[in-house]
């Protein structure tokens, strides 16, 4: 006989536990990754309770219109009773109470549990890494034709990553944006002359070592891409499958494709998602 798992939401005495669990599922999250993961206002993560410890994960992440699950995670000794599954139906009834389409990247063995739930095939996301990373430069060269967005208090610039966030994704992402736009430089393309002005990609720096890539033109994109790797050596890259120009540049660049998540979604197609636009994606969980 099993013990009644107890499904509660999150309380800050969790962290240790929920950071085990998620550092031991998931390659590249770091302290503190979880920590924002866990702390951010549009987030609401749901832990089960087992015998008085703690066996799973799973988080909620509201964008308005869309919402995503995330680093649901059940620890190895309690899966396969059902646990993955109660966990995320108590995080998809929360994110279903705002979002219309509510999406999540799904490993190959919990696209079941997923499809149970009534979740269908997105496009694949492919995870590209370098083989054999140099050790982090510490600096990078700038974009060839880029600015740097000061700080959040630069309210344009703000405004036009996260329009071309929404250009690309369909979303309104700007409740993790806003977090890092102290970190996020925006780009112009070669031949803007015509649109002045105009933002042609963004990149997102976070602090630690992951990031996202928007774009709109592959050349704005090849330099955004060069850039983060200056950065981060060793950060991964994943992006929809079907941005071919992505493939092409990260192939060009040495970086191998190690591993794929299944984008999916319940409700219907996020309108004006443009995945040939995603170069890298925000954070594990939030594509
Ligand atoms: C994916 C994951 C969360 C699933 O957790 P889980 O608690 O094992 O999930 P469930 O028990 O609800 O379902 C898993 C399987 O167990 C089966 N199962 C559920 N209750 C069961 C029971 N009482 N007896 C036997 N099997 C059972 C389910 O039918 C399902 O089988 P299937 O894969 O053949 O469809 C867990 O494997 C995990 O943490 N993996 C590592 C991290 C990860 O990949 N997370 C997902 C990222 S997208």
């Given at each position: 006989m099993f013990d009644t798992p107890d499904l509660r939401a999150y309380g800050p005495a969790?962290?240790?536990?929920?950071?085990?669990?998620?550092?031991?599922?998931?390659?590249?999250?770091?302290?503190?990754?979880?920590?924002?993961?866990?702390?951010?206002?549009?987030?609401?993560?749901?832990?089960?309770?087992?015998?008085?410890?703690?066996?799973?994960?799973?988080?909620?992440?509201?964008?308005?219109?869309?919402?995503?699950?995330?680093?649901?995670?059940?620890?190895?000794?309690?899966?396969?009773?059902?646990l993955g599954f109660a966990l995320t139906e108590r995080a998809l009834q929360h994110a279903r109470k705002e979002a219309e389409t509510v999406l999540l990247l799904a490993l190959g063995d919990a696209q079941r549990v997923y499809e149970r739930l009534g979740f269908v095939d997105d496009g694949l996301y492919g995870t590209w890494v370098r083989p054999d990373p140099p050790a982090a430069a510490g600096q990078s060269a700038s974009a060839a034709h880029g600015s740097q967005v000061g700080s959040a208090q630069?309210?344009?610039?703000?405004?036009?990553?996260?329009?071309?966030?929404?250009?690309?994704?369909?979303?309104?992402?700007?409740?993790?944006?806003?977090?890092?736009?102290?970190?996020?430089?925006?780009?112009?393309?070669?031949?803007?002359?015509?649109?002045?002005?105009?933002?042609?990609?963004?990149?997102?720096?976070?602090?630690?070592?992951?990031?996202?890539?928007?774009?709109?033109?592959?050349?704005?994109?090849?330099?955004?891409?060069?850039?983060?790797?200056?950065?981060?050596?060793?950060?991964?890259?994943?992006?929809?499958?079907?941005?071919e120009a992505g493939c092409r540049l990260a192939s060009g660049l040495g970086l191998v494709r190690v591993k794929e998540n299944l984008r999916m979604r319940l409700g219907p197609p996020v309108a004006g998602f443009r995945p040939q636009c995603i170069y890298k994606a925000l954070t594990p969980a939030v594509g």
């Open positions: 969790d962290f240790p536990a929920v950071l085990g669990l998620i550092g031991e599922a998931f390659g590249g999250e770091t302290p503190e990754s979880v920590r924002f993961a866990v702390s951010a206002s549009n987030t609401t993560t749901f832990v089960a309770q087992v015998g008085g410890r703690l066996a799973g994960v799973a988080m909620a992440i509201a964008f308005g219109r869309t919402a995503w699950l995330g680093n649901v995670v059940v620890s190895p000794t309690h899966r396969r009773r059902g630069d309210r344009a610039a703000a405004e036009q990553c996260l329009a071309l966030d929404r250009r690309a994704t369909g979303e309104d992402r700007r409740a993790y944006l806003d977090h890092f736009m102290a970190v996020v430089r925006i780009a112009y393309a070669d031949d803007a002359e015509e649109h002045a002005g105009a933002a042609a990609g963004y990149s997102a720096r976070l602090p630690w070592g992951t990031g996202a890539i928007i774009a709109d033109d592959p050349r704005v994109a090849a330099s955004l891409v060069g850039d983060m790797l200056l950065a981060f050596p060793g950060t991964r890259f994943e992006f929809p499958d079907a941005n």
